[in-house]
C-alpha cells in the first residue's frame, strides 16, 4: 500500500509511472546510460594509453629509482655507455645498488627469414623482435622480479640464457635446449636455456619476446665489449621516499656521469611516446563533450514528455492540495532513481567500450596487449557527470510540471499551443554567429585556439537547434509536396504533424544534427587525412625496395649493396633520438625533456631515390635540399614547426655530445613518422655531433630494365643470410602503413556508430511519445477508416520529414564541424591537414538520415498501428 | 418524412461481447439482436453502462463479438479482414463522437475532407460535395478555422459533415450532444434529422437523452447488455414523454 510509508510515497509514485511507461523509462536509461559510458570508456582510454606506456617503460625500470641513460630513450636505436659508469654511481653513498642493462634487438635464426618490419604510429618497432636483455645476474634480481616456474639464473660470463616460460613453449624450447640467435656480422649464437620464468616481471618485457644473459656474453657477442646502455640505481629509502632530496641526489648524480649519459626518472621515457598521442586524445574528449550534450537533450526532452502527458494528473494532484514544492520532487524523484540506475549500467557499458577503444589505441602504440585501467576516479566522475547531467536536464521540465495550474485537470483536452518566443531564436541566431565568427573570422593566439574551437562547436550547435523552430514551418512545408508523392495523402498527415509541437521536433533535429555532423565530420576528416596522408606515402616513402634488419646495419654494407646488380640507387636512413635545447622550447612549455627522433639521411643519393613534400611558401626545393647539405641544417616537420613557433629560416638548438648547437632550419616538410615529431638532418651532422654511423634502413631504387622482384632476390640471395636482412617492397610497405592507418579510422567509424544510435534514440523517442500522446487521434482515424498501412506511413513520413529537417541542418553542421576538427588537430598536433571537400560523406548522412529517420519510426509506427480503436478512442 | 424502406442494412445476431477484467469476466452484450433498416433514423437508448457503446463500436466493425454475427451492407464482418472491415468503415460508415475527435492540425474544411483523403481521393475533385456539406452544416465562412478556434457545436457540426463526405450507407454517433448545453444539442439533432433526409443516410444514434432520442424514429432500450424495449416500430417519432417512461422503468 502506498500510503504505509510516507517518505517513500514519492519513490512509489515515480516507480509506478516508470513501471507504466516502461518503454520509455529504458529508453532514457539506456540514453543515460549510453552517455556515461561514452564519457567513461574515453577516460578510460586516455589513462589507460598513458598508463600502458608508463608500465611498458616502468617495467623495464625495476625498482630502480633512478636511470643513468644515454639520450636515446627508447630501446634498442641508439648509442651506448662505458660499463665503468656502474662504480662510479656505486660509489656514492645513497645509492644501495647500481646494475647495468646492455639490451640488443635480434631474432631467433628461425624466423630470420619470416621477419617483417613492423612499425606503429610511435616508430618503435614491435611483435616479433626479440629482446636480449644483458645484466649482471648477480645483482639483476635485487632490481627485477625473476620467478623461475623451472631451472636457475644463467651464471656469471656462461653462454646461458633465461626465458619467459610461454615464449619457450611457443618456440618449443625446454631446458637444456639452445636458444640460436642472430648476431652482427655473420652466423647466429647458441646460449643454452637454463631457466623459464612466469608471466611477471622482466618476463613481460616487449609483450614476453625477451631473453635475460649475462652481460658479458651479450657485450661479447653483438661487439659491445665494455658497454651498457644503462644503470638502475636504486636509492637508499631515505632520500628515495623524498622528492626534493632526490631530485637534489640527481642533479649530482648527473654531474659525475659525463656528457652523454644522463641521470632520468623512470617514468620520462613514456613522453615522447604520450606526446604523439596527445592529439589523438584531444579529439577522444571533445567526443566525450559532444556525448554529454546529446545525454542532456535526450534527457530533457523524455522529462518534458512525461510533463506533458502527465498534465492533466499533476492538474488534478494540484486540484487536491499538492503544492507546486511536491510537484518538482515528483518529477526530480523519477529523474533521481533513472540518473543513479542510467549511469550505474552506463559504467559497465563503459568499461565494455573501453576494451573495443583500446584495442585500436593498442595499434597505435604497437604494445601488444594494452592494460586497461579502471580508476575508482574515472568510475566516479563519470558517475557524478551522468547523475548531475540528468538531474540538470530534468530540472526545467520539472518547473515547467510546477507552473501547471490546477484547472488543467478540469479540460476535456489540454491543447496547449506552443509558441516560441522570439527570445529564444534570436539568441540562436546570436550563439551562431558568434560560433561562426569564432572560427572563421576571429584570429586567436594557438595556445587558446584549441579550447576555442571546442567552445564555438558547442556554441553552434546549441545556437543551431535554437533557430530549428524559427524554420520548422517553412521547411515542413516545403518538405510536404515530397512526402505526399511518397506517402499518400496520410504522409502528408503526418509531414503536418511535425508543426505540432515545435519544441519536441526541436529536441529531434537536434539529435539528428549530432548523429549527422558526427558522421559527416568523422568522414571528412577521415578522407582529408587519407589524402594527405597518401599524398605523404607517395612524395617521402619514394624508392623501389626497403632493406632493413633487427640490428643495426653498417655503413659500409651501403657500398655492397650499390654494387648489386639490378640496383640503380641507395640511400640510407637512421633514426637517432635527439634532445631539444631549452632555448628553442616556447616559454610555456619549458620542461627539460622535449625528445625527437633526428633522421639522418644522405641528400644526395636519397633525393636519387625518393623526395620530400615542402609545405607552402618554402620556396625553391633546390636553394633548401642545397642548405640542408650544407650541414648544420635541418629539415623540421611542420608539427614541429608549430610546436617551436619556428620558420624556414630560423634556428633550433639540439643538445649534441660537443654541447648546444644551432641547426639553421632549410625547409619545413611534411612528414607523418612518428607522429612528425622528426628532424630531417644529414649523416654528416649525425656523426659530427651525435657520433653515430650505420643505417636502420636503406631505400633501394631498382634501374631500368629490371623488375623489382629480380633485384629484391637478388639482394635476399647474396646477403640475406649472412646480415639478416629483410627485404621489402614499398609498395607492401605503404600497404602495411596504410593498413595501419585504416585500422586508426576505423575507430572514427565506431564513433560515426554512436552519432547513429543517439540519431536513432532521439527519433524513436520522440515518434514513439507522440504516437503514445495521439492515442485518441489514431484511434479516431482509424474509425473514419485508415487502414494500420496507412497509419504506419504516417507516422514514417512525420519521421521522414523529421530526417529532412535533421538532415538539412546536420550536414551544414558536419560542414563546419569537420573544418573545425581539422583546425583543431592541425592546432595542437601542428599537421598541416587541408580540408578536402568530398561529397561522400554527405550522400552518406544523407542516406543514414532517411534510414535512421524510417527504421527508428518502425517501432512507434507499428505501435499506433497496432492500437485497439476502442480503448483509444475511450481514451481520455 | 420518407417512407423507411424494407431492406436491412445492419443486422446483429445474438451478439455478445464478454470482457475479460482480469479474473472476472463482464458480459457488456448478452446475445442481442438488432436491426437498422436502409433510411431509418433508430436511436439507442439505455442507462449509463448498458453496452451502447460496445454495440455502436461493434456494428462499426470498431471491434469483434465475442459471438454472434454482425451484417453490414450484406457482408458478415467476421468473414473480413481487418484491412476489409476498415474499407467497409471508410466507404459505407460515418462516425460522430461525443468529443468530436477532429484532427487539432487540420482546418475544418481539410477536417470534413479527411476521409476522401484516406481513401486516396484527390479532394479537388469533390470540392462540390464539400461545399454543400460545409453549407448543410452551416459552417459557410468558418471553413478555414482550425478546431480549437470553434466552439464545440460548432466542432460537432464538423464532425457531421465528415461522417457525410463518403456518402455512407449508415452514420452511427455516440452521444453526439452529451458535451453540448441543450440549445446547441438541440441545433445539432435538428441537423442530423434534417441531413439524414436529404442525403437520404441511415443513422443509428446512441444516447441517454431522452429529448434526443425523440428525435429519432425508432428508440431501442438496451440495459444489462440485453435489449429490453422497443419504441415506435410503426416508424412513427416518440414522445419524449413515452421514452422518459420507459427510462424511468429502466433504471429503477
Ligand atoms: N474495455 C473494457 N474492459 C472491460 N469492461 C468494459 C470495457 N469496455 C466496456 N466495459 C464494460 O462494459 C459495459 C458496457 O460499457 P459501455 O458500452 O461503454 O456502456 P455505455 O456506453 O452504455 O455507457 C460496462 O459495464 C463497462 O464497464
Ligand atoms: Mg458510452
Redesign the interface.
Known sequence: MLFNRPFLAPFAFALRNMRQRMGRTLLTGLGIALGVAVVLSIEITNVSTLDTINTVFNLAAGEANLLVSTDNLLAGMGETLPEELVDRMAAFEEVELATPTLRVNTLLASEASEWELEIGFTGAAAGTILQLYGVDVVRDPELRVYKFTAGRLPSPDAYEAVLPADYAAEKDLALGDDLVLLVPGSGVARLEVVGLLASEGVALFNNGVVAVAPLSVVQELFNHRGEIDEVGLKIVPAIASDPDALDALKDRLEERVGRNARVIYPAARGQLVSRMLASFQAGLQLFSGIAIFVGTFLIYNTFSMTVVERTREIGMMRAIGMNRWHVLGLVMVEASILAVAGSAVGLVFGVVQARALMLVTGAFLAAGDAVITVTPQALLQSLFVGIVITLGAALFPAYQATRISPLEALRARAQTGEKVRPAVWVTGLVMLALGLANIYVIPYRASVYFNILQGSVLLILAGATLTVPLVVKALEGAARPWVRRLYGGEGALGSANVQRSVGRTTLTVAAMIVALAMIVGIGSISISFEDDFTSWINASLGGDLYVTSPVKLRQSFLGQLATVEGVEAATPARFHIVQVAARSLPPETADDDDTVYFVAIEPETYRQVSSVEFTSNQGDPEANWQALAGGDAVFLSSQLAETYNLNQGDTIWLKTRRGEKPFRVAGVIVDFFAQGQTITGTYRDLGAYFSEDGADRITVKVAEGYTIDEVSQRIKDRYGEQRNLNVQTTTSFKAQIQGLLDQSLALFDVLSLIGVVIGSLGVVNTLTMNVIERRREIGGLRSLGMTRNQIVRMVLAEAFSLGLMGALYGLGFGFVLAQVMIQSMNSMSGYDLEFVFSPTPFLVGLALAAGISQLAALAPARRGAALNIVEAIKHE | MTEPSTDVLLRAERVTKTYQMGSVEVDALRAVDFEVRRGEFVAIMGPSGSGKSTLL?LL?G??QPSEGEITLAGQPLSQLT??EI??V???K?G?I?Q?Y?L????SAQENIA??L????ENVGLHTARLNTLIDLVGLTDRGDHRP?QLSGGQQQRVAIA?AFI?QPEIVLADEPTG?LDSRTGTAILELLQRTCREMQATILMVTHDARAASYADRVVFLKDGQVVHHLGENGKGNSVEAIMDVMAGLEL
Open positions: 463500436h462499426g470498431l471491434d481487418d484491412d476498415t474499407t468503415r471508410r466507404r460508415v462516425f463522437f468529443f475527435n484532427l487539432p492540425t487540420l479527411l476521409p483523403v484516406i481513401d486516396g480549437d465528415r463518403n458535451n
